[in-house]
């Protein structure tokens, strides 16, 4: 029923851009805070950027000026839009929802990767 799903990672050189895009098929979408995390090999999963339901949206320092994160409650789409990558950028990047009302979940995407060439 809550089922995200990434698309838009690939290979891209440093300096690139590239957008992230994540659908949820759910007529609640409205109601949920979106976010994005990473993981590279042998690293923890790490937070990128967080939308709430009011569009209130936070990043991480690391990718703090280089990342904008945006939804569509129309769409039912996340989107995450990163600039100059560079190669610590490299990471699965998956797709996040988390209720914002009632008893908390949250439900993940099986991620896209996106690697940055060095």
């Known amino acids: 029923q809550v089922q995200p799903v990434e698309s838009g990672g690939g290979l891209v050189q440093p300096g690139e851009s590239l957008r992230l895009s994540c659908s949820v098929q759910n007529r609640v979408f409205s109601t949920f805070h979106m976010a994005w995390y990473r993981q590279a090999p042998g690293r923890e999963r790490e937070l990128v950027a967080n939308?709430?339901?009011?569009?209130?949206?936070t990043y991480a320092d690391s990718v703090k000026g280089r990342c904008t994160i945006s939804r569509d409650n129309v769409k039912n789409m996340v989107y995450l839009e990163m600039n100059n990558l560079k190669p610590e950028d490299t990471a699965i990047y998956y797709c996040?929802?988390?209720?914002?009302?009632?008893?908390?979940?949250?439900?993940w995407g099986q991620g896209t990767q996106v690697t940055v060439s060095t």
């Open positions: 996040n929802a988390k209720t914002a009302r009632g008893i908390e979940r949250e439900f």
């Open positions: 939308i709430t339901v009011h569009d209130f949206t």
